[in-house]
Nanobody, 123 residues
Framework: QLQLVESGGGLVQPGGSLRLSCAAS????????IGWFRQAPGKEREGVLC????????NYADSVKGRFTISRDNATNTVYLQMNSLKPEDTAVYYC????????????????WGPGTQVTVSS
């Protein structure tokens, strides 16, 4: 069974950093593009960043440009989301999900969603 599990969330002050991890089990990540999404209370789930099978990244949220980066380590079957200069509006549950080979905009193209990890940015 294909499973993704997110970790690394927590409470951080504005301006701080967190690194989220998306670990796969039951399959190897190297065939897939992995997307990070987030959902704030009362809002729809939105795409943040995606990394393709070849390692190319695609940004789906203008608000995180220059602050968030995505990377992958196929040897450890893990994708990371490095979040710097965090703002209160980054508070959300962060999810990762898989799609075949290349990044696609839209949740409909993704499967094997993890349970999410809570990120709270507050002083």
């Amino acid at each position: 069974q294909l499973q993704l599990v997110e970790s690394g969330g927590g409470l951080v002050q504005p301006g701080g950093s967190l690194r989220l991890s998306c670990a796969a089990s039951g399959f190897t990540l190297d065939y897939y593009a992995i997307g990070w999404f987030r959902q704030a209370p009362g809002k729809e789930r939105e795409g943040v960043l995606c990394i393709s099978r070849s390692g190319d990244s695609t940004n789906y949220a203008d608000s995180v440009k220059g602050r968030f980066t995505i990377s992958r380590d196929n040897a450890t079957n893990t994708v990371y989301l490095q979040m710097n200069s965090l703002k209160p509006e980054d508070t959300a549950v962060y999810y990762c999900a898989a799609t075949a080979r290349i990044c696609r905009e839209g949740r409909i193209y993704y499967a094997s969603w993890g349970p999410g990890t809570q990120v709270t940015v507050s002083s």
